[in-house]
């Protein structure tokens, strides 16, 4: 009788053990795709938050009329005081000033150079 009740407590311990894994698997398998898409949302909207400001002063520049070219580059918006040096929100380095925004028309887009 020992002998079968020793047989089911390590059957008893083997299934405690196959359903702690299989749910720490499940929150892994929840949790790591919505914790990476959590991220590159966030990464995503500090880059957009930077071209917008940057956008913005070029359209500034443009309606005043003191950028006239369809580039208009970093230099250009920070010797006319438009705006100050920008940083890459990741990579915590200044953008070029060779980076420029692109105008055709009313749409201003913004190309980063490396």
Known sequence: MSLLR????????INKISVIVSIVLI?????VPTFYKVVKNHVDNLY??????????ARKCYLED??????????????NNYLDKV??????????ESCYVLRDDNNFE???VR
């Open 6 to 13: 020793n047989i089911m407590v390590k059957v008893m311990n």
């Open 87 to 96: 940083i890459d929100p990741i990579s915590k380095e200044y953008y070029s």
């Open 110 to 112: 913004f190309i980063v």
């Open 48 to 57: 957009l938050v930077v071209e917008d400001k940057i956008i913005e002063s």
């Open 66 to 79: 003191k950028c006239l070219n369809e580039k208009i580059t970093l230099k250009e918006l920070y010797d």
């Open 27 to 31: 929150i892994l398998i929840i949790s």
